[in-house]
T-cell receptor, first 114, second 117 residues
Framework: DAGVIQSPRHEVTEMGQEVTLRCKPISGHDYLFWYRQTMMRGLELLIYFNNNVPIDDSGMPEDRFSAKMPNASFSTLKIQPSEPRDSAVYFC????????????FGAGTRLSVL | DQQVKQNSPSLSVQEGRISILNCDYTNSMFDYFLWYKKYPAEGPTFLISISSIKDKNEDGRFTVFLNKSAKHLSLHIVPSQPGDSAVYFCAASVLWAGGTSYGKLTFGQGTILTVHP
């Protein structure tokens, strides 16, 4: 298996622009997680899905952030409009019921909002 | 409220010696603990875990110890190798509680381990 695939790897945008981050989980995994990593706050869980349904979005910082999972093999995290304080590395991870809490992470998307 | 804390931002160790990374937690409901390792420009990768019913788990050079009364866990790496240089994250999860807690990990801030040749 190719593992969790995230795109793009790097994104540079200007304040006010819309940003869309993409994630393809490991085939057969039924849990998908979006995290944000910053120096100040470390790794924060933003939202997670089970069987394509959002279960907990309490970590989503503001209404500017939204996430979707239209099918089992694809998810997006959208920021609109983007702000400089959104600059961070965003990770997607997936897991299965059998492996419980062992999550498999993608390589991340480094977002810079100028 | 930081429920999982790694108080040492960095640790430097000589090759061949023991590395000890520490983690404290505050939520007594946590029942499963994990360590992840992260290299630059990569995502975190699972290293080793321990259930709250155990106090030790070993996997090769890596051993995790859990002290529930102190709400403390540690990762021992013996012997340390230069390839172990990475950021190490401690993570914890809560008992299944009707579905909303499953698989939800709370991470510490991470400790940068540098192993010198």
């Amino acid at each position: 298996d190719a593992g969790v695939i995230q795109s793009p790897r790097h994104e540079v945008t200007e304040m006010g622009q819309e940003v869309t981050l993409r994630c393809k989980p490991i085939s057969g995994h039924d849990y998908l997680f979006w995290y944000r990593q910053t120096m100040m706050r470390g790794l924060e869980l933003l939202i997670y899905f089970n069987n394509n349904v959002p279960i907990d979005d309490s970590g989503m910082p503001e209404d500017r952030f939204s996430a979707k999972m239209p099918n089992a093999s694809f998810s997006t995290l959208k920021i609109q409009p983007s702000e400089p304080r959104d600059s961070a590395v965003y990770f997607c991870a997936s897991s299965s019921l059998q492996t419980r809490d062992i999550q498999y992470f993608g390589a991340g998307t480094r977002l810079s909002v100028l | 409220d930081q429920q999982v804390k790694q108080n040492s931002p960095s640790l430097s160790v000589q090759e061949g010696r023991i590395s000890i990374l520490n983690c404290d937690y505050t939520n007594s409901m946590f029942d499963y603990f994990l360590w992840y390792k992260k290299y630059p420009a990569e995502g975190p990768t699972f290293l080793i875990s321990i259930s709250s019913i155990k106090d030790k788990n070993e996997d090769g050079r890596f051993t995790v110890f859990l002290n529930k009364s102190a709400k403390h866990l540690s990762l021992h790496i013996v012997p340390s190798q230069p390839g172990d240089s990475a950021v190490y994250f401690c993570a914890a999860s809560v008992l299944w509680a009707g579905g909303t807690s499953y698989g939800k990990l709370t991470f510490g801030q991470g400790t940068i381990l540098t192993v010198h040749p």
